[in-house]
T-cell receptor, first 113, second 113 residues
């Protein structure tokens, strides 16, 4: 247990569906992150939030929409995804934004049909 | 640009020692992390180096040479539970003092009896 939880753990969706991924951290951290992990590829940083304000958006397609209502919760809203978006989506948090030791959640394994 | 290289796969025998290398080329180096990730689980923090030299933590040690752009993770007295992927991540400083982590693709280690 790292203190970061994610739901659901597995998700299968069609290309026309709308779904949301949820992340919650119980560590009192101020920064939260979304990463995409595809097979045999490095973790790709998608979004960074610091004190609920987005500070980084790594040119992610608009079909991915993040939301950070407070410093403990982070969502990733998914809409009209493509099969190549199938991956493991990892949430992480850290005390400060930008590269401090990050603690990861277990991830959501997403399959887009 | 940023480039982080580590071997894709390694195998080792239970009780032995294994060294996982990581080379990097970045423009604003500000520290290096090693994470362990078991299949289907969250990456977990192992070590952090920002100065040259060896950091020892139990069976695991991590070494950094900033002038050579090189790090290694040393695992001693290997156990079956050490079978996992090991991720090298460099912390880079960008304009405005903001840091972020750049990950390598990971090294999948298989420990055999």
């Amino acid at each position: 247990e790292t203190g970061v939880t994610q739901t659901p753990r597995h998700l299968v969706m069609g290309m026309t569906n709308k779904k949301s991924l949820k992340c919650e951290q119980h560590l009192g951290h101020n920064a939260m992150y979304w990463y995409k992990q595809s097979a045999k590829k490095p973790l790709e940083l998608m979004f960074v939030y610091s004190l609920e304000e987005r500070v980084e958006n790594n040119s992610v397609p608009s079909r991915f929409s993040p939301e950070c209502p407070n410093s403990s919760h982070l969502f990733l809203h998914l809409h009209t995804l493509q099969p190549e978006d199938s991956a493991l989506y990892l949430c992480a948090s850290s005390q400060l934004p930008g590269g401090e030791t990050q603690y990861f959640g277990p991830g959501t394994r997403l399959l887009v049909l | 640009g940023q480039n982080i290289d580590q071997p894709t796969e390694m195998t080792a025998t239970e009780g032995a020692i294994v060294q996982i290398n990581c080379t990097y080329q970045t423009s604003g180096f500000n520290g290096l992390f090693w994470y362990q990730q078991h299949a289907g689980e969250a990456p977990t923090f192992l070590s952090y180096n920002v100065l040259d030299g060896l950091e020892e933590k139990g069976r695991f040690s991590s070494f950094l040479s900033r002038s050579k752009g090189y790090s290694y993770l040393l695992l001693k007295e290997l156990q079956m539970k050490d079978s996992a992927s090991y991720l090298c991540a460099v912390r880079e400083q960008f304009s405005g003092g903001y840091n972020k982590l750049i990950f390598g693709a990971g090294t999948r280690l298989a420990v055999h009896p």
